[in-house]
């Protein structure tokens, strides 16, 4: 589980996200590579989440930006603004807070937040969950988790 690592060449970890990644720019997913999975591991999801929601000084509660689900295991990443034809064969999308599907940048309507891309390694291929919330993916993934890693970036308006 320690070994697990992902980066993005469009920031460090604990730095802030650019402004094309947001809603005040292009509204594109960074590029993310990952590295160190489990031999185990069958599939991969990403949450990318913001606990700071709607105010860093008084957070309410957790806004999901980004769901997806059985990434394949032998993936290294995803490319800069990659959208649902350009996902890995077999990636699933999930809902995000918007209630749509795909990538929503940072747009924090005050304070500085912190937005958590968290990968974890699966020891199964879920089934077709129907675009699931957060939640719902959270619950499949229960007792299958065999492996996880994160990136968190900043992001101020």
């Known amino acids: 589980m320690k070994n697990m690592k992902m980066i993005s060449a469009a920031f460090e ?3 802030h996200i650019p402004k094309a990644h947001t809603c005040d720019g292009s509204n594109i997913s ?11 591991t069958k599939s ?10 709607p105010d860093p000084a008084a957070p309410q509660r957790t806004w999901v930006h980004w769901v997806l689900y059985n990434i394949p295991a032998q993936s290294l990443g995803l490319d800069e603004g990659v959208v649902l034809h350009n996902l890995p064969s077999g990636t699933r999308q999930g809902t995000n807070d918007w ?10 309507p005050i304070g500085c937040h912190r937005y958590f891309h968290k990968l974890y390694a699966l020891d199964i ?3 077709d969950l129907k675009n699931p919330g957060k939640a719902q993916l ?6 299958h988790i065999i492996g996880q890693a994160e990136l968190i970036g900043l992001y101020q308006r």
Do not use: F, N
């Open 13 to 15: 970890a604990g730095s």
């Open 30 to 40: 960074p590029q993310l590579s990952w590295s160190g999975l489990p031999v185990q």
């Open 44 to 53: 991969l999801v990403l949450i990318v989440d913001d606990p700071d929601a």
């Open 99 to 108: 209630q749509r599907t795909g990538y929503g940048g940072p747009c924090p």
């Open 125 to 127: 291929i879920l089934p």
């Open 138 to 143: 959270e619950k499949a993934m229960q007792g």
